[in-house]
């Protein structure tokens, strides 16, 4: 065998507690929220922003996110499972053979998520007067960090991977089979670390003004990557075969659309994306 190929057979469940196991991909996925939370702690105490209106956000953002990218992997990618098991939507137990079992969330995407998060701080914003792409702008900072430790869950898990390499390298995923492929958790999760860098340093060096600009080159760059990453994956359902773009490209295309008219416009939208209410601020 190739030295350039690597077997990869981790075990996805770290501890088991009182017989409920704790997966890696939980674990990864609490990190990756803990960091994007701190990078946007940072910026707001940067801005004299009061961290109370984070930590409320935080929970907005974290709802949003968890209902969000449940509802959809229901709804993009197995519906015809869950319009007959509509309870297993929203519980962690799935009924086989006439007995519950729990096996957690077992599905969640992506953009189902991202949608989950914009209407979680849409009604934020509405809620405390904020200007929601002033908003949209930091965060945008942090998320890629979020996402980028949920692909390294889902490379615990080995799943979402890539299709087969030529044979000379490449990973193979030994829980499922013994083909070398392309560790696509693996390019998705270093191509969002690597926005987030570069979003960063464009923040710092305050050289672009935020009024959505930010948030604009978050939707382009992110959906990008995982519109060009999607020609390397294997297909997570069956129908996506007959396709001529997959799932996931299809769900890319409006994110990616989105942000180049955000930045288009961007001029035109200065005066209600800049505005930060000054109830927000320390004293």
């Known amino acids: 065998m190739s030295s350039a190929i690597m077997i990869w057979e981790a075990n996805p469940e770290l501890v088991t507690i009182a017989g409920v196991p704790v997966r890696y991909y939980g674990l990864l996925f609490a990190i990756g929220l803990l960091l994007g939370y701190n990078i946007v702690k940072y910026i707001f105490k940067r801005e004299n922003i009061n961290i109370r209106y984070l930590d409320i956000l935080l929970m907005y953002i974290l709802v949003g996110t968890l209902v969000g990218a449940r509802l959809g992997h229901c709804l993009f990618y197995d519906f015809e499972y869950y319009k007959n098991h509509i309870l297993e939507i929203f519980i962690p137990f799935q009924n086989v053979a006439g007995h519950w079992q729990y096996v957690g969330f077992m599905g969640l995407a992506s953009h189902g998520g991202a949608i989950g998060v914009l209407l979680a701080i849409y ?6 007067k904020i200007g929601a792409f002033w908003l949209l702008d930091r965060i945008a900072i942090g998320v890629p960090i979020t996402g980028a430790f949920i692909r390294f869950g889902n490379f615990m898990n080995s799943e979402i991977y890539g299709k087969p390499t030529n044979g000379n390298w490449g990973i193979i995923f030994a829980n499922d089979d013994m083909i070398p492929r392309h560790p696509t958790q693996l390019y ?3 191509g969002y670390i690597l926005v987030s860098v570069i979003l960063w340093l464009l923040y710092r060096s305050g050289k672009v003004k935020s009024n959505g600009i930010f948030f604009s080159y978050f939707l382009i760059s992110m959906f990008s990557i995982r519109f060009i990453l999607e020609f390397f994956k294997e297909n997570q359902v069956n129908f ?5 773009l997959n799932m996931g490209q299809w769900l890319s295309i409006p994110f990616i659309i989105i942000g180049f008219v955000l930045l288009f416009f961007n001029d035109k939208m200065k005066k209600i994306t800049a505005y930060v209410p000054t109830n927000i601020r320390n004293n």
């Open 123 to 128: 009604l934020f914003c509405r809620k405390y």
């Open 188 to 190: 998705e999760a270093f």
């Open 240 to 244: 996506e075969n007959d396709m001529v």
